[in-house]
């Protein structure tokens, strides 16, 4: 089973990107749950925002002529909590519009259902929300759009292709936000953005028939960046300057279930003239053949940040240094990674990445003072469903602190997600059909002389697992083997 039937599966896809609002009106015991008293509020705060025309979702929810027929799907899916789409789970540390029914609004759902799902009075269904059409945070100050558009076939292995679009600027900016528009959402599993100052993106693409040119994840290799969780979450700490501020070469990422990239107030990326963007995608074939021509919206910041970002992402480079290999059937394997962070930093969001046979990942602090908090916590990783998770307040982490990662996969038959049937053995690998795993946390150190410091640490302990970890020979052998066999 595939991500995309996987997904299809669940009958309500409920709103990404909505906010939890909503005044519906709470039903008593003895009285009859409508749809438009009731649940129409509900659904318009939470599901209209992707079921609409020209979103993500493969139906609209706009009425009750649109939500009768799936009253019981509805109802399943958000008692279960499969929807609205929102992984994360408790944590000591809230995030921003968390995507997450109360208990009355579940409750009041399965009452509506219980009732016979009636309409009720058409008089008191709500307005509509306004909806910004296109970019998800308004008209972006540049956008940009693949020169052409990509054949992704119906069938075959995954894809992952890097394209050039360039961005013409005639002047140096700094960008507070970044918002992508796949226009097939179907094969689209994520996009990971990079700059390319020298040219050397452009001559790779010029030396290949077909719009972009070949690359596995993490396309910024090609000029010379990063790769891994950091990328995803946005890495300010490319080239960082005496200054303290971050040139950024790397610009985030979308990934499926995501949303609009926006950095916090006194955050942002710098873009030098000339530069050309690099979407580097990931595709994943869904039984149709589709053609896709990304947009990539830019929203400037007024002037310069006050100071710059870095991630810490354990294990780092997806877990590709810790020799991942996955017996068929077994029903719980666990890498961990733990760092203790040299500085007094404060966090701001935080995300994580693997595959289908992931099951859960946790992050935790361990305070100087011995109190243990949780700052991510996932107990049913879905491959379809990725997300950066922001903080709704900066989270103070003093020196000393040690941060401690856990992923957990399934590759029994009992893991609904699993691609394969039956289960076979699974190494770290870049295919959806492979697996992966890291934690990605971004933070700004609360002084900004001390960035330097942070990045030479988070170097030395990449540089550790690399030597010490048995993935990257591992990695060298199954490729050395397989070039053999050829």
């Not at 990971?192 to 020298?198: A, G, M, R």
């Not at 010379?224 to 700490?237: K, M, P, S, T």
């Not at 279930?257 to 926006?262: M, V």
Request: hydrophobic letters at 40%; aromatic letters at 8%.
């Amino acid at each position: 089973m595939t991500f995309r039937t996987a997904a299809a599966a669940i009958v309500v896809p409920l709103a990404v990107g909505a906010v939890l609002t909503g005044g519906a009106a709470t039903p008593s015991a003895q009285s009859q749950t409508t749809f438009s008293e009731h649940v129409a509020p509900i659904v318009f705060a939470n599901c209209t925002t992707c079921h609409r025309p020209g979103e993500a979702a493969p139906f609209s929810l706009l009425s009750y002529r649109d939500a009768r027929p799936l009253a019981k799907a509805i109802a399943s899916a958000t008692a279960s909590h499969v929807m609205p789409p929102w992984k994360a789970g408790p944590s000591d540390y809230p995030f921003d519009n968390a995507r997450r029914l109360t208990d009355d609004q579940i409750a009041t759902i399965q009452k509506w259902v219980a009732d016979g799902a009636p309409e009720g009075n058409p008089a008191k269904t709500p307005a509509l929300p306004r909806f910004t059409e296109g970019w998800q945070l308004g008209t972006p100050d540049l956008a940009v759009t693949m020169n052409e558009p990509f054949d992704v076939p119906a069938s075959g292995p995954d894809v992952y292709r890097n394209f050039v679009v360039p961005l013409n600027l005639d002047r140096d900016v700094w960008v507070r936000a970044i918002d992508f528009r796949p226009s097939a959402r179907a094969v689209v599993h994520h996009s990971l953005f990079f700059l390319d100052t020298t040219g050397a993106a452009r001559a790779r693409d010029a030396d290949d028939p077909a719009p972009g040119f070949p690359g596995g994840m993490g396309g910024g290799r090609v000029v010379g960046q990063g790769r891994g969780v950091a990328a995803i979450l946005g890495n300010g700490d490319a080239n960082a300057q005496a200054d303290g501020v971050a040139r950024a070469a790397g610009l985030g990422g979308w990934a499926l279930g995501g949303r609009a990239l926006e950095l916090p107030s006194g955050l942002a990326f710098f873009v030098a003239k000339g530069s050309d963007l690099i979407l580097s995608t990931h595709f994943h074939p869904s039984g149709t053949a589709q053609h896709e021509r990304s947009s990539v919206g830019l929203y400037f910041a007024s002037g310069p940040p006050t100071q710059a970002f870095t991630a810490v992402q354990l294990p780092p480079v997806f877990g590709v240094f810790e020799g991942l290999d996955i017996p068929a059937g077994q029903e719980r394997y666990t890498i961990t990674d733990s760092f203790v962070i040299p500085v007094d930093v404060r966090a701001f969001a935080i995300g994580a990445h693997a595959h289908y046979l992931a099951k859960a990942f946790t992050l935790k602090a361990t305070l100087p003072d011995g109190a243990v908090k949780t700052l991510l916590s996932i107990a049913d990783w879905d491959f379809s469903w990725q997300e950066r998770y922001r903080f709704k307040e900066f989270v103070s982490l003093p020196k000393g602190t040690r941060l401690d990662a856990t992923v957990t996969y399934d590759n029994s038959a009992a893991n609904k997600r699993n691609p394969s049937r039956p289960p076979v053995r699974v190494y770290w690998g870049e295919e959806s059909t492979d697996e992966m795993g890291s934690i990605g946390m971004q933070v700004v150190t609360a002084n900004r002389g001390d960035l330097p410091q942070l990045q030479q640490a988070i170097a030395a302990h990449i540089r550790e697992r690399a030597f010490t970890g048995p993935g990257l020979r591992q990695l060298l052998q199954r490729r050395g083997a397989a070039r053999g066999a050829q």
